[in-house]
C-alpha cells in the first residue's frame, strides 16, 4: 500500500522531535502530494479501484489528523 509511505513521512516527524513551530510547518513529500492528487483525479472521474479508495481514505485520516495537530500547535504557541 502506497499509503504506507505517508505513515512512515509522519513516523518519521513524530519520532525526531517536534515543537509547534514544526508541527504547523509540515507538509507531505512531494510524493505524497502527487499520489494524493492521482487519486483525487480519479475520483473525481468515477475511476477508483477499492484498493484505491481505501488508500485515499488513509490519506484522508492522516490529513484530518494533521490538521488538529496544527490547530493544536496554535493554540499551545498562542498560550505561550
Given amino acids: 500500500m502506497i499509503a ?17 513551530e514544526t508541527v504547523i510547518q509540515f507538509r507531505p513529500s512531494n510524493t505524497t502530494q502527487k499520489r494524493v492528487s492521482e487519486l483525487l483525479h ?3 472521474n468515477g475511476a477508483l479501484t477499492p484498493e484505491e479508495q481505501s488508500e485515499m481514505e488513509n490519506y484522508m485520516l492522516i490529513e484530518h489528523l494533521m490538521r488538529l495537530a496544527k490547530a493544536r500547535a496554535r493554540q499551545l504557541m498562542k498560550n505561550e
Fill in 4 to 20: 504506507t509511505t505517508a505513515y512512515q513521512e509522519i513516523i518519521d516527524f513524530i519520532a525526531s522531535g517536534t515543537s509547534p
Fill in 42 to 44: 480519479k475520483e473525481k
